[in-house]
């Protein structure tokens, strides 16, 4: 079946989160979270080294809306529910998909003033499950810098097996050789 034929939710819960893919109009908040988490977020992400514009941060949310809807990638934001699902406490998603196997890689991100309280683990929980029992996943991974400790924990927090280390895998956006983390969860055909 051709990926945008596919049907699914653009939005499930977990305990304390609304999970939902973006949509226009979100830049405000998504620029809000980016700018407050800027210094955490900068050493691991290359699209965080600068602070967005309001003008990047709603172009942003119009294409990953976009390339949910066309099943492309997997753009997900957490909002807290207690706020009325308008604070937006971080970002995840399922990202370089594979709709053959289904394989999905899962990233994460959370803005700073939420860190420390457990969203990320219990948002990367229920995607991890949406994954696998919505969207038939074969095979659900996080990769992350050997180096990043916060996100190392995520996975193993979660019980994902360390399948791996790829050394000296690529480089990180300073420039620096980067050896790399694969953790993955598979659920193998009978
Ligand atoms: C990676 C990242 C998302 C982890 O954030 P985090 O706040 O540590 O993760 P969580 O939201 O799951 O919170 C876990 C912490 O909350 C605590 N916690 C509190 N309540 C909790 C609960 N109900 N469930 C789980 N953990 C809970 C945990 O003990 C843990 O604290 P500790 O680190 O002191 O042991 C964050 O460091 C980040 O955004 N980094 C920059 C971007 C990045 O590197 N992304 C990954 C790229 S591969």
Same mark, same amino acid.
């Given at each position: 079946?051709?990926?945008?034929?596919r049907?699914?939710?653009?939005?499930?819960?977990s305990?304390?989160?609304?999970?939902?893919?973006?949509?226009?109009?979100?830049?405000?908040?998504?620029?809000?979270?980016?700018?407050?988490?800027?210094?955490?977020?900068?050493p691991?992400?290359?699209?965080?080294?600068?602070?967005?514009?309001?003008?990047?941060?709603?172009?942003?949310?119009?294409? %990953?809306?976009?390339?949910?809807?066309?099943?492309?990638?997997?753009?997900?934001?957490?909002?807290?529910?207690?706020? %009325?699902?308008?604070?937006?406490?971080?970002?995840? %998603?399922?990202?370089?998909?594979?709709?053959?196997?289904?394989?999905?890689?899962?990233?994460?991100?959370?803005?700073?003033?939420?860190?420390?309280?457990?969203?990320?683990?219990?948002?990367?929980?229920?995607?991890?499950?949406?994954?696998?029992?919505?969207?038939?996943?074969?095979?659900?991974?996080?990769?992350?810098?050997?180096?990043?400790?916060?996100?190392?924990? =995520?996975?193993?927090?979660? %019980?994902?097996p360390?399948?791996?280390?790829?050394?000296?895998?690529?480089?990180d956006?300073?420039?620096?050789?980067?050896?790399?983390?694969?953790?993955?969860? =598979?659920?193998?055909?009978?």
């Amino acid at each position: 079946m051709k990926p945008i034929l596919r049907d699914f939710p653009d939005h499930f819960e977990s305990e304390r989160l609304l999970i939902r893919g973006p949509r226009p109009g979100d830049g405000a908040e998504l620029n809000a979270a980016v700018t407050e988490s800027l210094a955490e977020l900068k050493p691991w992400m290359p699209w965080a080294q600068k602070p967005p514009t309001l003008a990047e941060s709603e172009e942003n949310a119009r294409r %990953g809306y976009t390339r949910f809807f066309t099943r492309e990638d997997l753009w997900l934001l957490l909002f807290l529910k207690e706020s %009325g699902s308008s604070t937006l406490v971080g970002g995840s %998603g399922l990202h370089r998909i594979n709709w053959d196997v289904p394989s999905f890689e899962i990233g994460y991100w959370v803005r700073t003033s939420y860190a420390g309280q457990g969203y990320i683990t219990e948002a990367v929980a229920v995607i991890t499950d949406f994954a696998f029992d919505v969207l038939g996943a074969r095979r659900v991974f996080i990769k992350c810098d050997a180096k990043n400790e916060r996100s190392a924990a =995520v996975a193993r927090r979660l %019980g994902f097996p360390l399948e791996g280390t790829l050394h000296c895998d690529t480089r990180d956006h300073f420039g620096n050789l980067r050896d790399t983390l694969v953790f993955a969860k =598979v659920r193998k055909e009978e």
